[in-house]
């Protein structure tokens, strides 16, 4: 995989357990970063699109069981 500049949000701050982007020219690259060996790719159109669909709350009515 090319070199990447990942970046984690500021509200992160010192823990190790939180999501990571990185980006070039084409793709948007997501990771976690207690398993930065998996890495997800998406176009920014398709991300920003999801970014939307969140904040408006479509996801809303999914529940996760841990």
């Not at 990185?22 to 930065?36: G, K, M, Q, V």
């Not at 997800?40 to 408006?56: E, G, N, R, Y």
């Not at 709350?57 to 529940?63: A, R």
């Amino acid at each position: 995989m090319k070199q990447l500049n990942w970046q984690k949000s500021s509200f992160s701050g010192t823990t190790t357990n939180c999501l990571e982007i990185a980006s070039d020219s084409e793709l948007i690259y997501l990771r976690e970063s207690d398993d930065p060996t998996t890495v997800v790719t998406t176009t920014p159109t398709k991300l920003a699109a999801w970014l939307h669909s969140a904040k408006a709350g479509e996801f809303d009515h999914i529940t996760i069981n841990s």
